[in-house]
Antibody, heavy 114, light 112 residues
Framework: QVQLQQWGAGLLKPSETLSLTCAVYGGSFSAYYWSWIRQSPGKGLEWIGEINHSGSTNYNPSLKSRVTISVDTSKNQFSLKLSSVTAADTAVYYC????????WGKGTTVTVSS | DIVMTQTPLSLPITPGQPASISCKSSQSLLRSDGKTYLYWYLQKPGQPPQLLIYEVSSRFSGVPDRFSGSGSGTDFTLKISRVEAEDVGVYYCLQSIQFPPTFGGGTKVEIK
C-alpha cells in the first residue's frame, strides 16, 4: 500500500521561498508522475505541477515562473519550491500520485504572513 | 484552462435517500484514445480529497458500489444510491485531458 509523507516549513514571510518534500513509501516510484496541489479558501483546489522519476516536469502556467519541482530517486522523494511567496500563496499543500491524484499525502498548511 | 462547473453548491440529504451531483466542462473531455478524463473525489472534513471515480464511471479500489458515475463529452453526474452518514463532505470533479488539470468548485453534501 503506497503512502505519501510530506513535510516542510509552515510559516513564511512575504518574498521567501516555500519548500516542501514528499516521500513515497511502498509501490513503484518510477512508474508514475507525482503531483503537487494546493487548496485555499479563495481559489479552491489548484494543481501546481508534476514530475516523473527521470525529472520530466509539467507546471501550471499560472505558477510556472515561480515553481520548481525536483526529484531524488535514491530516496523516492520529490520536492516543491515556490519562490517570492505572498499572502495569496497561503494554502494547504498536498502531494499526490499521478496527474489525476489517486493517492494523497495528508497535507501541509503553509501560511505567508509578515 | 478548462472550466469545471458543479451543481448544486450544497446538498442536504436524508440518510437512505439518493443524491446526484452534476459537473459540466467547458470543453469535451473525450480524447482520441477513447478515454474520457473525468474524475470524482470526496473530501471529508480535515482530510485530503480521496478518489472515488476515474474515467467517468470506474470505481477506485475500495469505493462502495453505492457510488456511480456517468456522462459523456461535457456533462457528467455522480450518484449516490443511498446516502450514509459517512458520505458527508465536499465532492469535487476533475478534468485531466488538458494541462493544467482543473477542479470543479465543489458540492457540499450534508445530512439533514
Amino acid at each position: 500500500q503506497v503512502q505519501l509523507q510530506q513535510w516542510g516549513a509552515g510559516l513564511l514571510k512575504p518574498s521567501e521561498t516555500l519548500s516542501l518534500t514528499c516521500a513515497v513509501y511502498g509501490g513503484s516510484f518510477s512508474a508514475y508522475y507525482w503531483s503537487w496541489i494546493r487548496q485555499s479558501p479563495g481559489k479552491g483546489l489548484e494543481w501546481i505541477g508534476e514530475i516523473n522519476h527521470s525529472g520530466s516536469t509539467n507546471y501550471n502556467p499560472s505558477l510556472k515562473s515561480r515553481v520548481t519541482i525536483s526529484v531524488d530517486t535514491s530516496k523516492n522523494q520529490f520536492s516543491l519550491k515556490l519562490s517570492s511567496v505572498t499572502a495569496a500563496d497561503t494554502a494547504v499543500y498536498y502531494c499526490a500520485r499521478r496527474r489525476y491524484m489517486d493517492v494523497w499525502g495528508k497535507g501541509t498548511t503553509v501560511t505567508v504572513s509578515s | 484552462d478548462i472550466v469545471m462547473t458543479q451543481t448544486p453548491l450544497s446538498l442536504p440529504i436524508t440518510p437512505g435517500q439518493p443524491a446526484s451531483i452534476s459537473c459540466k466542462s467547458s470543453q469535451s473531455l473525450l480524447r482520441s484514445d477513447g478515454k474520457t478524463y473525468l474524475y470524482w473525489y470526496l473530501q471529508k472534513p480535515g482530510q485530503p480529497p480521496q478518489l472515488l471515480i476515474y474515467e467517468v464511471s470506474s470505481r477506485f479500489s475500495g469505493v462502495p458500489d453505492r457510488f456511480s458515475g456517468s456522462g459523456s463529452g461535457t456533462d457528467f453526474t455522480l450518484k449516490i444510491s443511498r446516502v450514509e452518514a459517512e458520505d458527508v463532505g465536499v465532492y469535487y470533479c476533475l478534468q485531466s485531458i488538458q494541462f493544467p488539470p482543473t477542479f470543479g468548485g465543489g458540492t457540499k453534501v450534508e445530512i439533514k
